[in-house]
């Protein structure tokens, strides 16, 4: 009968509960669920410190994009410019004031809050200094609140729906459409060079 090996040697899949003895890919490469093929481990080079740029520029895309204008609608001869703080404040008041926090909370506060907590947890690592304080509880939190974070999702859905409304008013995308196109192109960058595994080692080692 064979040891079961310890449980920092092994590794699960978050798609289909697999088990695996961990053997660490090199830079480039990758290991995958031979069940459903999902990506465990794929370690890459500077990959730190790429996905610190990727951030920081995510964080000020955020920033200029919830207060510069995201679209114009002129009809009528009448013309008006709405930002994104301007269209989720329109529900403040009485009980749609929830659906507002809500709006602003899932498009600016927690892409917002993920980046912060990236950058908090990476830098300290791409250093080569210990971890931050509560560095393990960032990391944790980050990726809790990622299927919340949703500013990517509500530039793709403001573009379906302004579509359909274009043969009654003339619409103009303002510079923060832009910016929220540019940051659905950085959240799947980021996504691909963040290799969680190797975050987590990277942590574990360094307590």
């Not at 993920?114 to 210990?130: C, G, H, N, T």
């Not at 509880?137 to 859905?157: D, H, Q, V, Y």
């Not at 103009?172 to 799947?188: E, K, S």
Request: charged fraction near 10%; proline fraction near 6%.
């Amino acid at each position: 009968m064979s040891a079961t090996p310890p449980l920092q040697d092994l590794i699960v899949c978050p798609n289909c509960d697999a088990v695996y003895s961990t053997q660490q890919p090199g830079f480039g490469e990758r290991a995958v669920c031979t069940r459903c093929h999902t990506v465990l481990i794929a370690p890459r080079r500077r990959a730190g410190a790429q996905i610190i740029a990727v951030a920081l520029a995510g964080f000020i895309l955020v920033l200029a994009a919830s207060v510069f204008p995201f679209l114009t609608i002129e009809a009528g001869g009448a013309q008006n410019a709405v930002s994104v703080l301007d269209a989720a404040l329109v529900f403040g008041g009485g009980p749609l004031v929830l659906v507002s926090l809500g709006t602003i909370a899932m498009i600016i506060f927690i892409p917002l809050l993920r980046v912060m907590l990236v950058i908090y947890v990476l830098l300290p690592v791409v250093a080569d200094r210990p971890p931050a304080k509560h560095a393990a509880w960032a990391f944790s939190l980050s990726e809790a609140l990622r299927p919340w974070s949703m500013a990517e999702i509500f530039a793709i859905g403001c573009a379906v729906a302004l579509i359909k409304v274009a043969d009654l008013a003339q619409i103009a995308f303002g510079p923060a459409f832009w910016m929220f196109c540019i940051l659905t192109v950085l959240v799947v960058v980021q996504d691909s060079f963040l290799c969680r595994w190797s975050v987590w080692n990277s942590l574990e080692k360094t307590t």
